[in-house]
């Protein structure tokens, strides 16, 4: 089993739908990233989160420590938030930054 | 955020050659930089991390003598493929670690193709 879950693998998903992306982790974090990668692109650090919540235009994302769990969720899907979403960890026993990475998510939003 | 910026993006080499990958964050010091390989469709693959001033530290099963890296300043780390054959096609990306509170920056990436 990875140590970094996400789900679902694939998510298609209508113009201006509401998106969940979840993410599982079984180590202890000092730290969680979502990163955001379009096709033949470089990657995006949207969010790095320790603990509660955080929003940034449509994007929010929520961490629950004591579960090891977090969720991307995209408001007001468009075409343009199509890319392929990844759930990154730190182990609290990195002492270099190193990060375990889920396999990401792939969303395509339709007009 | 933080800039990663990588040069070149796209780089088409023979067989036999060895390509230099350059990785700087442009706005801040980074005293820890990390090298990650990407084939299709799949995740991203730590090959090493980079410390200023410092041998870097790889990952088991990658070679150090293939993937030269030299973490020369606190901006500047730079990947060598040395003798580069067809299987060391792949996207290579490097981020880099903004002091407190840590967070990963990470590069455009480098679509290296060995003919």
């Known amino acids: 089993k990875n140590e970094v879950e996400q789900s679902p693998q694939n998510l298609t998903a209508q113009e201006g739908e509401f998106i969940t992306i979840n993410c599982s982790y079984s180590v202890g974090i000092s730290a969680l990233h979502w990163l955001q990668q379009h096709p033949g692109g470089g990657i995006v650090s949207l969010f790095m989160?320790?603990?509660g919540k955080k929003k940034h235009g449509r994007l929010i994302a929520t961490i629950n420590i004591q579960e090891k769990h977090s969720s991307l969720h995209i408001t007001a899907s468009h075409p343009r938030d199509s890319a392929v979403y990844i759930c990154a960890v730190r182990s609290v026993s990195s002492n270099t930054g190193k990060l375990i990475f889920g396999q990401g998510t792939t969303l395509q939003v339709k007009p | 955020g933080a800039v990663v910026s990588q040069h070149p993006s796209r780089v088409i080499c023979k067989s036999g050659t060895s390509v230099k990958i350059e990785c700087r964050s442009l706005d801040f010091q980074a005293t820890t930089m990390f090298w990650y390989r990407q084939f299709p469709k799949q995740s991203l693959m730590l090959m090493a991390t980079s410390n200023e001033g410092s041998k870097a530290t790889y990952e088991q099963g990658v070679e150090k003598d293939k993937f030269l890296i030299n973490h020369a300043s606190l901006t500047l780390s730079t990947l060598t493929v040395t003798s580069a054959h067809p299987e060391d096609s792949s996207f290579y990306i490097c981020?880099?670690?903004?002091?407190?509170?840590?967070?990963?920056?990470f590069g455009p990436g480098t679509r290296l193709t060995v003919l």
């Open positions: 989160l320790s603990s």
């Open positions: 981020s880099a670690i903004q002091g407190a509170p840590n967070e990963q920056f």
